[in-house]
């Protein structure tokens, strides 16, 4: 039985039919599907999604799709950037196999996007924290599109990173409330050498920005270290994530929070796996970041 039944090179799709199709076919040959959902601009981070998905299953499939109903107006929807030549080289050169591209016309044929689609994923409790509250709507577009996918590529895997931490944990959450036969797999989050987790919006920042950008996982590092160094009060932790930002130059601190890593709860105490989670407008961009706290700290 030959591995790779159906592809002998990458193809590339953008119509709905012929992409499930092809995915039933490798599943049907034996083969397994691992699916990586990008919004394109493909950087390390993303390839290192497809490298896990390769480690894991047979083929590889990867959505490049700028998802509208996750921006709200005033966000950067148009100004996204879409490199899709370079990002289909990319794809090429890490050894997908199948590309899944589709217009916002296929994705929501008819829709009148500011009303949405008649049906919406909304997961409630995960997303009334962090970026929640702060981005009213993202979450509804985001899980509506990822369920919207799973339905066009049954994969056996899916693969997210957890530099969208919060992300990570929505997903999971209506993978297990909708019963979808889909392994969720979270991947670590992937630095710049300096630290700065990579993202697609890193390329809004001037160059005075993306070294002040650091400050972001400067203080992210420091504060997850004073945790296993025995602090628990998470007011103090917060205070000294703020005071690395604030003194590193001109910053919006949108939110330093630290929740539970499996409900995403407001923590006052460290005392079980936490996440420590920010959002912060540089300039234009909006960045964010988190780290994990695994091992519940000892009392001091
Ligand atoms: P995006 O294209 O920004 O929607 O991201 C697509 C996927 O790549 C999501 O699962 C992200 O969490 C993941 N991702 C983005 N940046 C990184 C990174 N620096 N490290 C690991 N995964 C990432």
Not at 49 to 67: E, G, P, Q
Not at 102 to 131: F, I, K, Q, W
Not at 140 to 158: H, M, N, Q, S
Request: proline share 7%.
């Amino acid at each position: 039985m030959t591995l790779k039944p159906t592809f002998q090179d990458m193809n590339v799709y953008t119509d709905i039919l012929p992409c499930r199709t092809a995915v039933r076919g490798i599943q049907r040959n034996g083969g397994t599907v691992g699916l990586v959902p990008t919004m394109g601009a493909i950087h390390e981070g993303h390839v290192s999604l497809i490298r896990a998905a390769k480690a894991r299953c047979s083929h590889v499939a990867v959505t490049i799709f700028v998802n509208p109903t996750q921006f709200a107006p005033t966000d950067d929807f148009t100004a996204y950037p879409r490199p899709l030549e370079a990002d289909l080289d990319s794809c090429k050169r890490a050894g997908v196999d199948l590309v899944f591209t589709p217009t916002v016309e296929t994705m929501y044929p008819g829709a009148r996007l500011e009303s949405r689609t008649s049906t919406n994923v909304h997961v409630s409790g995960l997303t009334d924290v962090l970026c929640g509250p702060r981005r009213p709507g993202h979450f509804d577009g985001v899980a509506t599109i990822v369920a919207k996918l799973f339905g066009i590529l049954p994969a056996d895997a899916v693969f997210f990173g957890e530099k969208d931490y919060q992300q990570l944990a929505v997903i999971r959450q209506m993978v297990r409330d909708l019963n979808i036969p889909i392994e969720i797999v979270g991947c670590p989050t992937v630095r710049e050498p300096d630290g700065l987790a990579m993202s697609s919006r890193n390329a809004y920042l001037t160059s005075a920005q993306r070294t002040q950008a650091t400050c972001l996982s400067r203080a992210l590092f420091d504060a997850a270290e004073r945790i296993r160094g025995g602090e628990r009060n998470i007011a103090a932790i917060v205070d000294g994530i703020r005071e690395g930002i604030v003194s590193a130059g001109p910053a919006q601190i949108e939110y330093v929070d630290v929740v539970d890593s499996n409900t995403l709860d407001l923590l006052s105490i460290v005392d079980r796996p936490a996440r420590i989670c920010l959002a912060v407008r540089i300039g234009s961009c909006r960045l964010i970041d988190n780290v994990g706290v695994d091992a519940p700290p000892t009392p001091r």
